[in-house]
């Protein structure tokens, strides 16, 4: 039985599965309904989402279901494979080859396991929205506040949808690196962390990550007044509106957030060492197809 459960077929037909329901995903993003449904993924729990969302968004909560069934039948299938073939041969053949693939193996195990429990365990809060001087209350005695925010593009690139936005934002029209916002992080109302937060730059406290996601207009969109030139009134008469800066934040606290990334980063370095250790067989495609995966048959890795 756990010999077929590390069957290559079983292998493919989960991968490809898989990325029939990704596809799929993407399609039902497209409806609005689905996509607020399935955007509700990031701030729950599953099992209260699919409580929520099972009468609801019925074809939204089976994609999820048939999408968890799919990489919990490839979870298994690499687990087998690694217990009853590759560490093994590991073992026997002694190559940096070999325990470089079974390596791969092991992180991706990680991998999916963080994933895992990062859908039943830990705190997401996202869309956070706060002007400077505004505040909000996280969880376990935890507040952010934003202190102040600084945009140096021009903000109709934010006044916009982020659907009109995105293409028009370039690297010549909008510096991540210098569109940031300051926040400060308190804990029964006292500062644990301040930072100045960036689109690619996070405030890291302990397991609790602060992400800036995109920035907020309040009045009428223009150019910045770095560029020196006012905006006008939806009139046109009058003086403009001042326009305020704010930003929206994803908080994210979990105990596996640290295994998570460091197990990408040795998955990264594996998947290097494995492709600079492989060299072609000499015997032809189908012996170092045998050799290389550790699949001993046609039918197992």
């Not at 991998?111 to 956070?128: M, N, P």
């Not at 916009?160 to 934002?169: G, I, N, T, V």
């Not at 290097?272 to 170092?288: A, D, E, K, V």
Request: aromatic share 8%; net charge positive.
């Amino acid at each position: 039985m756990i010999r077929k459960l590390a069957s290559i077929h079983i292998t493919f037909s989960a991968i490809i599965t898989l990325g029939i329901l990704l596809m799929g995903g993407v399609v039902l993003s497209y409806f609005p309904t689905h996509q607020k449904a399935l955007d509700g993924l990031n701030t729950t729990h599953i099992h209260h989402w699919l409580m929520q969302f099972i009468s609801s968004n019925s074809l939204a909560a089976i994609w999820t279901v048939l999408l968890c069934l799919a990489s919990g039948v490839l979870f298994v299938n690499a687990l087998t494979c690694s217990v009853t073939t590759l560490l093994p041969a590991a073992l026997r053949l002694g190559s940096i080859k070999q325990w470089s693939f079974l390596c791969m193996h092991l992180l991706f195990l990680l991998v999916l396991t963080c994933h895992a429990l990062a859908l039943i365990s830990g705190h997401k809060t996202t869309e956070i929205e706060l002007y400077p001087g505004e505040s909000r209350e996280l969880f376990n005695g935890f507040s952010l506040m934003v202190e102040g925010t600084k945009f140096v593009d021009d903000t109709r690139l934010i006044s916009m949808k982020m659907k009109q936005s995105r293409p028009l934002m370039t690297r010549k029209t909008f510096h991540a690196d210098q569109n940031s916002a300051r926040v400060i992080l308190l804990k029964n109302q006292e500062q644990v962390a301040s930072q100045r937060v960036m689109l690619l730059k996070p405030l890291v406290h302990d397991d609790m990550r602060i992400t800036l996601t995109r920035f907020l207009l309040k009045g009428n969109p223009g150019k910045n007044k770095n560029n020196k030139k006012s905006v006008d009134t939806a009139d046109g008469k009058g003086p403009a509106k001042e326009e305020k800066i704010g930003a929206a934040f994803t908080v994210t606290s979990n105990h596996f957030t640290s295994f998570f990334f460091t197990a990408y980063g040795l998955l990264i370095l594996t998947i290097i060492s494995y492709i600079l250790t492989t060299r072609p067989s000499q015997n032809g495609l189908g012996h170092n197809i045998r050799h290389s995966a550790g699949m001993g048959s046609g039918l197992r890795y």
